[in-house]
């Protein structure tokens, strides 16, 4: 597609629910990043895939949150057990991934806001 | 990982004026980039310079990797500039873990 695209944009659980975002990045990206943006705060890293590798990890908070891309296209965000704390914008991105100037440059879908009750 | 520092925290300007962003960062990068995220909480990608200058109409950038630090320059300020600017800084093999600093909150009043 032509951007980013993530769903649901907004997404109501009560504490204990599961839930999945869904990031459907730009045709062709091999790079996939999710990052947690809490309110007045910049993003936080949460996780990249490379096509359907996930290479880093490290900045998903618990093992309540796992994400996967498996066919390196779309990838989803899953976070269990849902906690008032989880609560925030969800904000994927996609670049091309390549080596090489410019490669790297990250296009960012619109979000995902979480609010758990 | 890699701090990131970003200064004025708010900014308030006038419509017409010119302002500059501070990106401070703790460690050697490999790539840096400038987002613009509007009211509406889209980011928007504005330069993507790990060293050198670019201009792109009334904005340009400058990145000086050696002393660990990013500016952003705005210039005849609108309306729409208005929102929140992000620093991000990436390290590793392809610059792939970015790190954000907490923004410049920009307000331009008519």
């Known amino acids: 597609g032509a951007g980013v695209s993530q769903s649901p944009r907004y997404k109501v659980a009560k504490r204990g629910q599961d839930v999945a975002l869904r990031c459907d990045p730009i045709?062709?990206?091999?790079?996939l990043f999710w990052y947690q943006q809490a309110l007045g705060q910049g993003p936080e890293f949460l996780t990249y895939?490379?096509?359907?590798?996930?290479?880093?990890k490290s900045g998903l908070p618990s093992d309540r949150f796992f994400a996967e891309r498996p066919e390196g296209s779309v990838s989803t965000l899953k976070i269990q057990r849902t906690q008032q704390e989880d609560s925030a914008v969800y904000l994927c991105?996609?670049?091309?991934?390549?080596?090489?100037?410019?490669?790297?440059?990250?296009?960012f879908g619109a979000g995902s806001r979480l609010t758990v009750l | 990982g890699i701090q990131v520092e970003q200064s004025p925290p708010d900014l308030i300007l006038q419509e017409g004026a010119n302002s500059t962003l501070r990106c401070n960062f703790s460690?050697?990068?490999?790539?840096l980039q400038w987002f613009h995220q509007n009211p509406w909480g889209q980011l928007i990608n504005l330069f993507y310079?790990?060293?050198g200058t670019k201009q792109n109409g009334r904005l340009s950038a400058t990145t000086v990797a050696t002393e660990r630090y990013s500016l952003l320059y705005i210039s005849s300020s609108q309306t729409t500039d208005s929102g929140v600017y992000f620093c991000?800084?990436?390290?590793?093999?392809?610059?792939?873990?970015?790190?954000f600093g907490t923004g410049t909150s920009l307000t331009v009043i008519p």
């Open positions: 460690d050697s990068v490999n790539n």
């Open positions: 991000a800084v990436g390290e590793g093999v392809a610059g792939n873990q970015f790190y």
């Open positions: 045709s062709g990206h091999v790079s």
């Open positions: 895939f490379q096509n359907e590798a996930q290479l880093d």
């Open positions: 991105a996609s670049s091309l991934g390549a080596r090489g100037s410019g490669a790297n440059v990250l296009t």
């Open positions: 310079i790990p060293s």
